[in-house]
């Protein structure tokens, strides 16, 4: 007999599986002394009041076996296929779009302008350790794109753009945690993402597609509404190829071909974004908020059961909203500048979420109108924008990858930080007065809003916590358009703009369903 069964248990039954069984035969009265099997179909926290709880979907079978699941793929072989499919960027879409040609049974030819996920690691260390950026090569550019380090979330609102459950096992197929496809706020973690994106490239070769490192896209040739080819550059020098579909999944961060783009009299937009600052806490404090405990030692003893805690924090301050955007429990504040006189943060977390901090993006939603000033830049307003504020924080960081900083009740109340806590962020931070970096627009906005959820999380407004800036690539600037049923350029009916940089995603589930969704349409 197998029967479905929503229940609600503490936080020590739902990791002791004999506890789990008991409560489960309760739950259907079961007398007999039948084995009981247990699959886990979804699972979620509820942490509304003092007694926590665990929400629990369960497939139950009485003396008879659960089978597992086997996941697998018709991937074709498309060594030899005539169709083929340039894609350029090897982030989540670009990586996801090639799965899928694989399927479709056309050859995916990817095109990288960074390292493959092993040789990144070392530019990674040396921008953390020396505070040296390589355009080419850091958190932003690379084998996985921005998302192989940035914790690897796969929670996505966007069930509508694709199939969110193939996605997930997808992942399971290449070696993610079949946990992933149970949580309700799934993650794969930094430390285990590079060889999970190592995997899906292993996929894509052995099938017979292409991946091209250290190759950058600097030109493109167009006749008869298409792209005819297009012109990269490598250790070999420049080379021109030709393409029938061009699939560009470059990321939020390649800011050259917007600019290439522009020049070349190729429709782009400018589109809002959001920008502020990461602010960092004790990890223990947050959980300590989250979890309604009254002292340290009860956190210690709900850590046994339950997972570093996290947020979601919202409030509108005026005409905007000021929100909490990528937030990472037990994380590591992240230097994401792609040049060198500019810092950039973001964050992630490993597996465990097991680091002593808890980091967030706390950001302002801007507007078109908020551009103004730099309307000459045309599409590219927002960018330019964006590109001021990164500046300003290296400036005011010392001209370094050092990140300005302040304590949060510091920055609140208006005084200047006497000295700052201890910080995730490895290049290291600066006290600086962070109204002077953020400017009259975002500034007082973001003060308000900490405001807000200091009465909302109590605790939360503390000088334990430091915020760092600027968090400013929490979305591309600039939208490429496309037409909304077949995905092509307006003008270019062979070019599909896709994922996070052209402004149709925003994460690594939204990515790479926007990324398969390319992928059928250069079926057209």
Same mark, same amino acid.
């Given at each position: 007999?197998?029967?479905?069964?929503?229940?609600?248990?503490?936080?020590?039954?739902?990791?002791?599986?004999?506890?789990?069984?008991?409560?489960?035969?309760?739950?259907?009265?079961?007398?007999?002394?039948?084995?009981?099997?247990?699959?886990?179909?979804?699972?979620?926290?509820?942490?509304?009041?003092?007694?926590?709880?665990?929400?629990?979907?369960?497939?139950?079978?009485?003396?008879?076996?659960?089978?597992?699941?086997?996941?697998?793929?018709?991937?074709?072989?498309? !060594?030899?296929?005539?169709?083929?499919?340039?894609?350029?960027?090897?982030?989540?879409?670009?990586?996801?779009?090639?799965?899928?040609?694989?399927?479709?049974?056309?050859?995916?030819?990817?095109?990288?302008?960074?390292?493959?996920?092993?040789?990144?690691? &070392? $530019?990674?260390?040396?921008?953390? @350790?020396?505070?040296?950026?390589?355009? =080419?090569?850091?958190?932003?550019?690379?084998?996985?794109?921005?998302?192989?380090?940035?914790?690897?979330?796969?929670?996505?609102?966007?069930?509508? &753009?694709?199939?969110?459950?193939?996605?997930?096992?997808?992942?399971?197929?290449?070696?993610?945690?079949? =946990?992933?496809?149970?949580?309700?706020?799934?993650?794969?973690?930094?430390?285990?993402?590079?060889?999970?994106?190592?995997?899906?490239?292993?996929?894509?070769?052995?099938?017979?597609?292409?991946?091209?490192?250290?190759?950058?896209?600097?030109?493109?040739?167009?006749?008869?509404?298409?792209?005819? =080819?297009?012109?990269?550059?490598?250790?070999?020098?420049?080379?021109?190829?030709?393409?029938?579909?061009?699939?560009?999944?470059?990321?939020? !961060?390649? &800011?050259?071909?917007?600019?290439?783009?522009?020049?070349?009299?190729?429709?782009?937009?400018?589109?809002?974004?959001?920008?502020?600052?990461?602010?960092?806490?004790?990890?223990?404090?947050?959980?300590?908020?989250?979890?309604?405990?009254?002292?340290?030692?009860?956190?210690?003893?709900?850590?046994?059961?339950?997972?570093?805690?996290?947020?979601?924090?919202?409030?509108?301050?005026?005409?905007?909203?000021?929100?909490?955007?990528?937030?990472?429990?037990?994380?590591?504040?992240?230097?994401?500048?792609? @040049?060198?006189?500019?810092?950039?943060?973001?964050?992630?977390?490993?597996?465990?979420?097991?680091?002593?901090?808890?980091?967030?993006?706390?950001?302002?939603?801007? =507007?078109?109108?908020?551009?103004?000033?730099?309307?000459?830049?045309? /599409?590219?307003?927002?960018?330019?924008?964006?590109?001021?504020?990164?500046?300003?924080?290296?400036?005011?960081?010392? @001209?370094?990858?050092?990140?300005?900083?302040?304590?949060?009740?510091?920055?609140?109340?208006?005084?200047?930080?006497?000295?700052?806590?201890?910080?995730?962020?490895?290049?290291?931070?600066?006290?600086?007065?962070?109204?002077?970096?953020?400017?009259?627009?975002?500034?007082?906005?973001?003060?308000?809003?900490?405001?807000?959820?200091?009465?909302?999380?109590?605790?939360?407004?503390?000088?334990?916590?430091?915020?760092?800036?600027?968090?400013?690539?929490?979305?591309?600037?600039?939208?490429?358009?496309? $037409?909304?049923?077949?995905?092509?350029?307006?003008?270019?009916?062979?070019?599909?703009?896709?994922?996070?940089?052209?402004?149709?995603?925003?994460?690594?589930?939204?990515?790479?369903?926007?990324?398969?969704?390319? /992928?059928?349409?250069?079926?057209?």
């Amino acid at each position: 007999m197998q029967t479905k069964l929503q229940i609600q248990v503490s936080p020590q039954t739902a990791v002791n599986e004999q506890l789990l069984k008991e409560e489960v035969k309760q739950q259907l009265q079961i007398t007999q002394e039948g084995t009981v099997t247990i699959k886990i179909l979804k699972r979620n926290i509820d942490a509304r009041g003092r007694n926590i709880k665990i929400n629990l979907s369960l497939l139950v079978a009485v003396d008879e076996e659960l089978p597992i699941e086997k996941i697998s793929f018709n991937y074709l072989n498309v !060594s030899t296929a005539k169709k083929t499919c340039h894609i350029i960027g090897a982030g989540p879409a670009g990586l996801f779009a090639a799965l899928r040609c694989l399927e479709l049974g056309i050859k995916p030819i990817i095109i990288e302008r960074g390292k493959d996920v092993k040789a990144r690691r &070392r $530019d990674l260390a040396t921008i953390n @350790k020396n505070g040296i950026v390589n355009p =080419e090569s850091n958190y932003c550019f690379g084998e996985g794109g921005a998302g192989t380090y940035s914790d690897g979330k796969l929670y996505t609102r966007s069930n509508k &753009r694709g199939d969110v459950e193939k996605i997930l096992k997808i992942f399971v197929f290449h070696g993610a945690s079949r =946990e992933i496809l149970v949580d309700a706020h799934p993650h794969i973690g930094t430390n285990k993402l590079p060889q999970l994106i190592q995997q899906i490239r292993e996929t894509i070769l052995n099938y017979g597609g292409e991946v091209l490192f250290n190759s950058k896209l600097i030109d493109l040739k167009t006749a008869n509404q298409r792209i005819s =080819e297009i012109k990269i550059t490598n250790e070999n020098g420049e080379q021109n190829i030709f393409v029938q579909k061009l699939i560009l999944a470059t990321g939020h !961060s390649s &800011r050259d071909i917007y600019e290439l783009l522009q020049a070349k009299n190729i429709l782009i937009e400018a589109k809002p974004f959001a920008l502020g600052v990461r602010v960092e806490h004790p990890q223990s404090l947050i959980d300590q908020i989250q979890y309604h405990c009254g002292s340290l030692n009860e956190v210690i003893s709900k850590r046994d059961y339950l997972p570093a805690a996290s947020y979601s924090l919202v409030q509108q301050i005026g005409t905007r909203g000021v929100y909490s955007f990528c937030m990472c429990p037990g994380g590591i504040i992240a230097p994401c500048a792609t @040049k060198q006189e500019e810092v950039v943060t973001n964050g992630w977390s490993p597996s465990k979420r097991n680091n002593p901090y808890a980091n967030s993006g706390v950001v302002m939603g801007l =507007e078109l109108q908020d551009f103004e000033p730099y309307k000459k830049f045309g /599409a590219l307003a927002g960018l330019e924008f964006q590109k001021e504020m990164e500046k300003n924080a290296w400036e005011f960081g010392g @001209k370094t990858q050092a990140a300005p900083a302040q304590r949060l009740a510091d920055f609140v109340n208006g005084k200047i930080s006497d000295s700052l806590p201890a910080c995730s962020y490895q290049p290291g931070i600066k006290g600086v007065n962070m109204q002077e970096v953020l400017g009259k627009l975002i500034g007082p906005a973001l003060k308000e809003g900490f405001k807000s959820f200091g009465g909302k999380m109590r605790g939360y407004l503390t000088n334990e916590a430091v915020i760092v800036g600027v968090e400013s690539r929490t979305s591309t600037p600039v939208r490429i358009p496309r $037409d909304k049923e077949k995905l092509h350029h307006p003008q270019l009916f062979n070019l599909f703009p896709c994922g996070e940089g052209a402004g149709y995603a925003g994460g690594i589930m939204s990515a790479a369903m926007d990324g398969e969704r390319c /992928a059928d349409m250069t079926l057209n």
